[in-house]
């Protein structure tokens, strides 16, 4: 079973940056796409980024050159660098791996953007 473990959210100033990271920690299973959703309060689940094995990538039209999304696929790690950070970006952050027939989920990491 795929087990991804995410790492610290935190509290960010708006302008601010932030990376995070989430990897296999067994990293035997074939993984293909990872990415990142989010989650803020009232709200739905949204996708944040996506990038295939291959490396294509998409974001949402929110995040679009402030967020960069890559992966190292010898450590099944994908990552979310974020920068100019604004307060409507504060959610729980959720990454995924998709396996054959399955996708699995990260923990959910806390990002709250505020002065």
């Known amino acids: 079973q795929v087990q991804l473990v995410e790492s610290r959210g935190g509290l960010v100033q708006p302008g601010g940056s932030l990376r995070l990271s989430c990897a296999d920690s067994?990293?035997?299973?074939?993984?293909?796409?990872m990415g990142w959703y989010r989650q803020a309060p009232e709200k739905q689940r949204e996708s944040v980024a996506g990038?295939?094995?291959?490396?294509?990538?998409n974001y949402a039209d929110s995040v679009k050159g402030r967020f960069t999304i890559s992966r190292d696929n010898a450590k099944n790690t994908v990552y979310l660098q974020m920068n100019s950070l604004k307060p409507e970006d504060t959610a729980v952050y959720y990454c995924?791996?998709?396996?054959?027939?399955?996708?699995?989920w990260g923990q959910g990491t806390q990002v709250t953007v505020s002065s």
């Open positions: 995924y791996a998709d396996t054959i027939g399955r996708r699995y």
């Open positions: 067994r990293n035997i299973y074939s993984i293909y796409d």
């Open positions: 990038i295939t094995r291959g490396g294509s990538i």
